[in-house]
C-alpha cells in the first residue's frame, strides 16, 4: 500500500540557498532510507511538495515537516492511495522555479494527475 500527499507551505522570510541545501540533504538522507520519494518545488516564496511512500511513514514524516520552523502555513491539498509511484526514482526531486524558467514538464511524469500537473505548474509561474 502507497500513499501520495501534496501540500503547499509558505517559507520562512530569512530562508536562504544555504537553508534549501540543509532541507534537500537532509530529506534525501531519511527519504531514501525510508522509502519515501517525491518531488519539492520552490519559487521563492512558497514549496509545494509530493511525498510518496508507506502510508504510516508519510504520516510520521508529514508530521514533523508540518512542525518545522522553516516554513509555515503547511496546507495539503491533496492526499490519497496510489498503486504506482509517480516519482520511484527520486528521494527528493527538487526544481527551484526561477521567473522565465516555466517548463517543470521534463520533472513532472505523464502518470501525475492533471489537478497537480495545474497546482505545481501554478506555483512554478508565481
Ligand atoms: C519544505 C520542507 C520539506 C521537507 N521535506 C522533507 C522530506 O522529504 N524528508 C525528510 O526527512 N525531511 C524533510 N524536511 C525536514 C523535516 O521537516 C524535519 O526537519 C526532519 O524530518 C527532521 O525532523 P526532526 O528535526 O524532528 O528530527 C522538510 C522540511 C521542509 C521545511
Not at 82 to 97: C, G, L, N, S
Request: some cysteine; hydrophobic content about 50%; overall charge neutral.
Amino acid at each position: 500500500m502507497l500513499r501520495r500527499l501534496v501540500y503547499v507551505s509558505t517559507a520562512a522570510l530569512s530562508l536562504d540557498q544555504p537553508d534549501i541545501d540543509a532541507i534537500l540533504a537532509q530529506a534525501r538522507r531519511f527519504n531514501a532510507a525510508n522509502a519515501v520519494t517525491g518531488l519539492l518545488l520552490y519559487n521563492g516564496r512558497n514549496f509545494i511538495q509530493a511525498l510518496e511512500g508507506a502510508p504510516e511513514t508519510v504520516a510520521t514524516l508529514y508530521a514533523r515537516i508540518c512542525a518545522d520552523a522553516r516554513h509555515s502555513g503547511v496546507v495539503t491539498v491533496r492526499d490519497e492511495p496510489i498503486a504506482d509511484r509517480d516519482f520511484p526514482d527520486w528521494a527528493m526531486a527538487y526544481a527551484a522555479a526561477r521567473p522565465g524558467a516555466g517548463d517543470l514538464s521534463s520533472l513532472l511524469p505523464a502518470s501525475l494527475p492533471h489537478e497537480l500537473k495545474k497546482m505545481f505548474g501554478a506555483l512554478n509561474a508565481a
